[in-house]
């Protein structure tokens, strides 16, 4: 089925008040990030990536994200091989910054794109739109467009979840240490409104429960 997988990487914040933040506790147990729930380690970039095997982990909701990049930069990114359907943004001081998405189950050359993007959004959209189009564009086997979100985010951090080249269990298994302390969110929530029901949430639970 292919991978179901979540990440983001953080610069400007040390690996060790990061998993604080998050509430989690190194294991000393290395692994191939695939295998198990919360993974991580540093990059030869600089940035220090959290791996999460699943798409919808409350680490990486809106709410978590405008919380761990209070002070730094958070690249995230959400891949779905089994729907063809991938997601990057970069997160700066509680602020979405740009956001680009791909979803193959709208059309294979599905795009969409908004706020400050990077330089080399256009260049690299060109490239991969190029090979949809020798490829067979909307008729082809081949979906092009889905790599464009984890292309962006790859020339960021240095990271793709399928082109890596780190040796095996070079990963580090984290684990929760959730409790009855939690941490508060980072910025007084707006007031709630029929549009903004995530407000109730974070009024009433810590920011990373969703639940």
């Not at 991580?40 to 220090?48: A, E, H, N, T, V």
């Not at 910054?97 to 294979?108: F, G, K, L, N, R």
């Not at 086997?141 to 790599?147: K, L």
Request: aromatic content about 10%; charged content about 25%.
């Amino acid at each position: 089925m292919g991978y179901s997988i979540s990440w983001f990487a953080v610069r400007n914040k040390t690996p060790d008040v990061l998993l604080d933040e998050l509430l989690l506790k190194r294991t000393g147990k290395m692994s191939d990030y695939p295998e198990v729930p919360i993974s991580g380690r540093s990059l030869p970039s600089g940035w220090f990536i959290v791996v999460f095997n699943d798409i919808e982990h409350p680490l990486v909701s809106a709410i978590s994200l405008a919380a761990v990049s209070k002070n730094c930069d958070v690249i995230v990114c959400m891949v779905k091989e089994h729907v063809m359907v991938s997601t990057s943004a970069l997160w700066k001081n509680g602020e979405q910054i740009w956001h680009v998405e791909h979803d193959a189950q709208t059309s294979i050359d599905h795009l969409q794109s908004s706020g400050d993007l990077p330089d080399d959004y256009a260049t690299i959209v060109q490239e991969y739109a190029a090979q949809q189009e020798d490829a067979g564009g909307k008729e082809a086997d081949t979906d092009y467009f889905f790599e464009i979100p984890l292309r962006i985010a790859q020339d960021i951090v240095g990271f793709k979840h399928d082109e890596s080249d780190f040796e095996e269990e070079s990963f580090e298994e984290f684990h929760t240490t959730r409790s009855s302390t939690q941490p508060k969110p980072t910025k007084t929530p707006r007031p709630a409104t029929p549009d903004n029901p995530q407000e109730n949430i974070l009024k009433s639970k810590p920011w990373w429960k969703l639940w």
